[in-house]
């Protein structure tokens, strides 16, 4: 089974400043009082109209983390941090990746690689139990692909 989703994921008060921002932003209620919202198609196309302007090139694991998509998550990770994440898994192999904005600025990444996100997610808070790790914690294996895909 494979797993493909862009996401952010926070605190609950954090991603709510974020989706009230969006009309295009659905929150998704997950434990430890955090919440996700899927980058869909609708949500970056809204983002990038609102942030049109030159994108700056930086190298980076993130394919759709441009510069409008940072420039929307700079301005809602000031009442606590948000972590930005994109997977792509197929048959037990792919990628992961995500990058971490705390205080209206990037505080961690991009990172990219086995654990990155159990990383990320550790940072905002998100605890785990003996045998599961922080991706397992929030449930987001039951996420396997974005609306629509």
């Not at 209620?29 to 609102?50: K, R, Y």
């Not at 030159?54 to 929307?72: C, G």
């Not at 994109?86 to 209206?104: F, N, P, S, V």
């Amino acid at each position: 089974m494979g797993h493909q989703i862009q996401a952010i994921i926070g605190k609950r008060e954090a991603i709510q400043v974020f989706a009230d921002c969006w009309a295009q932003a659905e929150i998704i209620d997950l434990p430890q009082d955090c919440g996700m919202v899927f980058l869909t198609d609708a949500l970056f196309d809204g983002i990038t109209e609102l942030f049109d302007g030159p994108d700056r090139e930086e190298a980076s694991p993130l394919v759709l983390f441009t510069s409008a998509i940072r420039r929307a998550l700079e301005e809602a990770a000031r009442p606590g941090p948000l972590v930005y994440i994109e997977t792509d898994y197929a048959g037990g192999y792919g990628t992961q990746a995500g990058i971490l904005l705390e205080r209206g600025q990037v505080a961690l990444g991009p990172l990219e690689g086995a654990g990155t996100i159990d990383r990320l997610l550790e940072t905002i808070g998100v605890w785990r139990r003996p045998g599961e790790d922080e991706f397992d914690a929030l449930g987001l294996g039951r996420y396997r692909h974005m609306p629509g895909g």
